[in-house]
């Protein structure tokens, strides 16, 4: 299944909403509008696409848009919400502890690294994850 969200990349409202209705009109299965200043931008970006778009919002911590709720986000309607972001600084903070460690230990890995997410977490995580996926789909 290929689900396409058609990205505005557009700096003013008027032109974000403008793509947005276009990538709607031309079947993308939803649109992502970059950079929200605001809730009433939201709003007008769900009245230019109307009700049975899908809007997918990306969301990073210090970002244009403010802290705002998954409940709040669906209230406006926002149907995707992305996280990207955070998750790669927080993987990229973990590396960079566990490079830290491993560098400071001459690559001797000892009891510290045991705070550290070890293999049978790891793959215990993989598999709740696909699990979860997979139950999602049927």
Same mark, same amino acid.
């Given at each position: 299944?290929?689900?396409? =969200?058609?990205?505005?990349? &557009?700096?003013?409202?008027?032109?974000?909403?403008?793509?947005?209705?276009?990538?709607?009109?031309?079947? &993308?299965? &939803?649109?992502?509008?970059?950079? %929200?200043?605001?809730?009433?931008?939201? !709003?007008?970006?769900? !009245?230019?696409? /109307?009700?049975?778009?899908?809007?997918?919002?990306?969301?990073?911590?210090? /970002?244009?848009?403010?802290?705002?709720?998954?409940?709040?986000?669906?209230?406006? /309607?926002?149907? =995707?919400?992305?996280?990207?972001?955070?998750?790669?600084?927080?993987?990229?903070?973990? =590396?960079?502890?566990? %490079?830290?460690?491993?560098?400071?230990?001459?690559?001797?890995?000892?009891?510290?690294?045991?705070?550290?997410?070890?293999?049978?977490?790891?793959?215990?995580?993989?598999?709740?994850?696909?699990?979860?996926? %997979?139950?999602?789909?049927?």
């Amino acid at each position: 299944v290929l689900f396409v =969200i058609a990205r505005t990349d &557009a700096v003013d409202l008027k032109e974000k909403c403008s793509r947005a209705k276009r990538y709607i009109d031309e079947g &993308a299965d &939803a649109i992502l509008v970059e950079g %929200l200043d605001s809730i009433e931008e939201v !709003k007008e970006v769900r !009245k230019s696409v /109307g009700n049975s778009a899908n809007i997918a919002v990306n969301l990073i911590a210090g /970002g244009k848009t403010a802290p705002i709720s998954n409940s709040e986000l669906s209230d406006l /309607g926002v149907n =995707i919400v992305n996280y990207s972001t955070p998750c790669l600084f927080t993987a990229q903070f973990a =590396i960079t502890k566990m %490079l830290d460690l491993l560098r400071n230990g001459d690559g001797v890995l000892s009891e510290e690294h045991l705070e550290t997410v070890s293999l049978l977490d790891n793959n215990s995580l993989l598999r709740n994850s696909l699990e979860n996926t %997979l139950e999602s789909r049927s």
